[in-house]
Every structure is written in structure tokens, then in C-alpha cells.
């Protein structure tokens, strides 16, 4: 695991934040061919010192992607073409080059780029409707004309999103290059500061993963001696290795964060009378540790393909006519996008239950007038910490399958904690009617089922 991140410093840190200062000192008031062919250059070094030769997995698909928009037009034809080709295309590359162990090879960057371009295809589409029949989301990442070669090289390759995201539009890249994403309009962003303090959080972060992962490694799952342990030591183990495990994508997210904030890509726009500087955040860093709901979790936690799935997946099914369908088809999507092991489906369908119970759970609080005197008691301290408990504890146990890949592997390890996630989640889905009967009085409940 440590390999992640050796490769992600020496990609991201030395490289992403020169390359920015760069932009910003230099090239901020060139000609947009000028900045399309720096990125475009930048962001082909980065793939040719990771992975050399194999960068032209993404140019060639950079190039089919382009040659859609040109020849298709704005048409589903060209998002369906390019969905299905991206998307055949990378999951070729998962099968060619899957092992049962975490490497870097050129999908890692891949899988990014494969949602970028795909949502390029759908903003371009968009570009051809009539304002009326678009989202307010939509308006702001319509592509009204069709981009050149160099543009959406520039677009794919740019340097603070290249290896591990964020996810972004090419009219935000477009508005960047333009120098439009900056608080001080006709001058470089005021950005280095905030750009600082998100790299020194994920430095943080990094310090934490490096300092606690050799004491949490993933093959100690599989061991004899963990098996040997007592029940209770297994469920803590699992608590506190998801907790330090997170920590490698949390550092990678924040210090890419901090490259696009220093290029002005992070700029967005006003609020309350203070420059935001958040659009490319892919991180909640205080949600994300003091959350006690999985949902919290979700909303804290790569934010921006999140972002993307929800809005070129989920809410482009709306024609389904059913939410839950729309969600279980996202998440399904995800599952595929992540890589073709048994883990990941098994991780989405855990969240997919986990959220769904969840959800029934807070309207029971919320309607149950003992349940909610009781959250809002002196007790609340004590109710939290085990609501975190239980939030850590079934994260870690739906995030194994993810992190161990193969169906043998991560069945092992469900079976060694009985299945316990779930054990209880079910139980939970099934006794919920009931308790909802037991604590809500009648009247709120005919008044739901009227709702």
C-alpha cells in the first residue's frame, strides 16, 4: 500500500504544485493554446514517469472520445458510443491486468478518466438543448461548441487531476484557462494559502496512514492468528483498521485538492461575502470525522465522483419513475467502474442496505416523540458514542470485500465476525415495521401514510 503513495507524492507533490506556479506566474495571461499544450505536456510526464509506455492507453482513447464529438455531433448516439467504449475499454484493462493484490498500473488514472470523458459526452449533448429543458446543474456544464483536440487533451491530462481525481467539467477547465476562476478578476488567484492548508491536512493524513498501517495491514485478515482471536478483538480490529485505511485516499484527495485550489480550479465564486474555494473538493475532512451516520460518511468522502455519478447516472434514470431502482442502478455502475472483482459489488450492496436502513431509522426517531426526547437528552454523549461504534465498526466490515477483492478472501473474513453486518442490518430492516408500530402513536403514522 505504501507504493500508493510514493507514487502519488512523487506525481502530485513535486510535480502539480511547480506545474501550478507555473500556470500562475507564467502562463495566466497566454493564449488558451498555450495553456492547453502545458497541461496537455504536464499531464504526459505524469503518465510517462508512472507508467510509461501504457500512457497511450489515454490518448487513445482521448482521441476515439474527441473524434465522436466531431463526427456524432450532439446526438445519444455519440453518449451512448462513448459510454459503451470507455467504459468496454477500461474494464478490457481491469481483466488484462487484474491480480488479487492492490497495484498501480495505468487503470488507476484510467478509471478517472474514463468518467471525465464519458461526462463529456453528456455535457456536449446538453449544449444542443434548449435552456428551458436543461437543470440549473446542467446549464452550468453545458459544452456549447465542440472542443478541439488540444483542448480536451488539456482537459484529460491536466495536471491536478490526472492520477486520482478531482472530477470536473471542461467548461470549469474552459473558465480556468480563460482566467476566469480567480478572486482578483484580470490577476492569478489569492489561493495559496488555502491551497497550503489542504496539503497540509492531507500531509497530516498521510503522516497518520504511514505511522499506523503496518500495524493494520489487510493480509492480517487472513491469518491464523486472527482467526485465533476472541470475537470482540476481530470487530475492534476491523473498527480501527477501516479508520487508518481511509486515511490513503483521504491524503491523495487533499493534496490534489490543493494543486487545483493554487491553479484556481478550486475557485467558487462568493458566499456570504468569502472567497470559496471548494469546487474541486473531494473531502470533508470535519464530516468526515465526526459524522456518526453512514450517509454522513458517503457526503464526506470522494465528493466529486459521487457528484458525477449522481449526476449523469442517477438523475438522468428519472424517467425509471422509481428513486430506489435509480439507486440501485448508480451503485451497480459504481461497482462495475471500481473493477470486475466480487469485493466491490459486495462493498455497494452492504451500503445500499446499510442506507436504506438507515434512512427508516432517523424517520423513526423523528417520529417517535420517546425517541426523540431521548436523542435530545442528557444522554445524547453516550448515545453518539455508540452510534459511532456501530458506524465504524459495519464501515470497516463493508469496506473489506473492497479492499480484499476475491470472493475467497473476503468471505473468510465476513465469516470469521458470523456475517455481523449482515446479521444485524436485516434484523434491523425486518423488526423496523414493528417498532415503528410499538413507538410511533397512530396518528403520526396515518398521517405518514396519507403524506
Not at 456524432?72 to 493484490?101: N, W
Not at 492520477?163 to 478578476?185: I, K, M, N, W
Not at 470533508?284 to 455519478?309: D, H, Q, R, Y
Amino acid at each position: 500500500m505504501e507504493v500508493v503513495f510514493f507514487s502519488v507524492f512523487l506525481s502530485i507533490s513535486p510535480a502539480g504544485y511547480p506545474c501550478a506556479l507555473v500556470y500562475r506566474r507564467v502562463l495566466f495571461h497566454q493564449p488558451a493554446t498555450v495553456v492547453h499544450l502545458f497541461h496537455t505536456i504536464s499531464g504526459l510526464a505524469l503518465a510517462a514517469f508512472n507508467f510509461g509506455a501504457q500512457l497511450y492507453h489515454s490518448a487513445v482513447c482521448i482521441l476515439v472520445q474527441f473524434l465522436m464529438l466531431r463526427l456524432m455531433g450532439r446526438t445519444v448516439t455519440t453518449v451512448l458510443s462513448s459510454f459503451t467504449f470507455q467504459m468496454i475499454y477500461l474494464l478490457a484493462g481491469y481483466y488484462y491486468t487484474a491480480t488479487e493484490e492492490y497495484d498501480i498500473k495505468w487503470t488507476m488514472p484510467h478509471c478517472v478518466l474514463t468518467l471525465k470523458l464519458v461526462g463529456l459526452s453528456f455535457d456536449y449533448y446538453d449544449g444542443g438543448k434548449e435552456p428551458s429543458q436543461l437543470s440549473s446543474e446542467q446549464k452550468n456544464s453545458a459544452v456549447q461548441s465542440v472542443p478541439s483536440l488540444l483542448e480536451v487533451c488539456g482537459f484529460s491530462y491536466f495536471y491536478g487531476g490526472f492520477l486520482v481525481g478531482p472530477q470536473f467539467t471542461l467548461r470549469s477547465y474552459q473558465r480556468l484557462v480563460a482566467g476566469e476562476l480567480t478572486d482578483c478578476p484580470g490577476k492569478p488567484p489569492n489561493s495559496a494559502v488555502p491551497a497550503m492548508k489542504r496539503f497540509a491536512v492531507g500531509f497530516v493524513c498521510v503522516v497518520i496512514y504511514t505511522i499506523f498501517s503496518p500495524y493494520y495491514p489487510d493480509n492480517y485478515f487472513l491469518t491464523d492468528e486472527f482467526e485465533a482471536q476472541p470475537f470482540w478483538y476481530r470487530c475492534i480490529f476491523m473498527l480501527l483498521w477501516v479508520k487508518i485505511i481511509l486515511y490513503k485516499y483521504v491524503s491523495c484527495w487533499l493534496i490534489a485538492e490543493g494543486v487545483c485550489i493554487l491553479s484556481g480550479l478550486g475557485y467558487n465564486g462568493v458566499v456570504d461575502g468569502k472567497h470559496q474555494w471548494d469546487a474541486c473538493a473531494n473531502m470533508k475532512v470535519w464530516l468526515f470525522e465526526t459524522t456518526p451516520l453512514f450517509a454522513g460518511t458517503i457526503a464526506s468522502f470522494n465528493i466529486n465522483t459521487n457528484a458525477w455519478a449522481a449526476r449523469h447516472v442517477f438523475k438522468r434514470l428519472k424517467f425509471l419513475g422509481n428513486k430506489m431502482l435509480s439507486h440501485v442502478t448508480t451503485l451497480l455502475f459504481l461497482s462495475i467502474w471500481h473493477g470486475l472483482h466480487s469485493g466491490y459489488f459486495m462493498c455497494f450492496s452492504m451500503e445500499f442496505l446499510i442506507i436504506i436502513v438507515e434512512r427508516q431509522a432517523q424517520a423513526l426517531v423523528r417520529d417517535s416523540p420517546l425517541l426523540t426526547k431521548l436523542a435530545n437528552s442528557a444522554l445524547y454523549p453516550l448515545i453518539y458514542v455508540v452510534q459511532q461504534f456501530i458506524h465504524w465498526l459495519f464501515m470497516g466490515y463493508a469496506l473489506v470485500p473492497f479492499c480484499l477483492f476475491t470472493y475467497d478472501k473476503w468471505l473468510q473474513v465476513c465469516s470469521s465476525v458470523y456475517f455481523c453486518g449482515h446479521v444485524f442490518f436485516l434484523t434491523a430492516l425486518l423488526i423496523m415495521p414493528y417498532l415503528r408500530k410499538a413507538l410511533v402513536p397512530k396518528k403520526e403514522r396515518s398521517q405518514k401514510k396519507q403524506e
